[in-house]
């Protein structure tokens, strides 16, 4: 939801990939998701991600959604230690630095992890311009 959000913010020279830790290559994108993005009339990824060394390396900033995420991440790729941050850190550092997993939940939960994003996809925006 992330991805599809961000991606509607054409900010220049800003290119978005989405891919997860625990995502499996090819496998369609939770269906709670899918619906609230073609609501939205967004494009986005049909399909799931795992993230690769490759993804790392062409990055220059990572965002995780939760805490956990990000310490797995800074395991698995000390070296990108500089360009990996919650997505919540990076945009509103006083705030708790996980976004809600919506994973397992009714249609609703999935919306309200989609408000969340999309206003913190302004907030990042707004970053990346100043």
């Known amino acids: 939801m992330a991805e599809a959000i961000l991606r509607t913010k054409k900010i220049d020279g800003l290119a978005v990939r989405s891919a997860g830790i625990h995502a499996m290559d090819g496998y369609p994108i939770a269906?709670?998701?899918?619906?609230?993005?073609?609501?939205?009339?967004?494009?986005?990824?049909?399909?799931?991600?795992?993230?690769?060394l490759e993804d790392v390396n062409w990055a220059q900033l990572i965002f995780t959604m939760t805490e956990t995420h990000k310490q797995m991440l800074l395991h698995t790729f000390p070296m990108a230690e500089?360009?990996?941050?919650?997505?919540?850190?990076f945009v509103q550092p006083e705030s708790s630095p996980?976004?809600?997993?919506?994973?397992?939940g009714n249609l609703e939960t999935y919306r309200h992890?989609?408000?969340?994003?999309?206003?913190?996809?302004?907030?990042l925006e707004q970053k990346l311009k100043d």
């Open 82 to 89: 500089n360009k990996i941050f919650t997505l919540k850190e």
């Open 31 to 52: 269906s709670h998701a899918k619906t609230l993005i073609e609501e939205a009339n967004l494009p986005y990824t049909a399909h799931s991600r795992a993230l690769s």
């Open 113 to 123: 992890t989609f408000d969340e994003l999309a206003a913190l996809m302004d907030m």
């Open 98 to 104: 996980d976004v809600h997993d919506p994973f397992g």
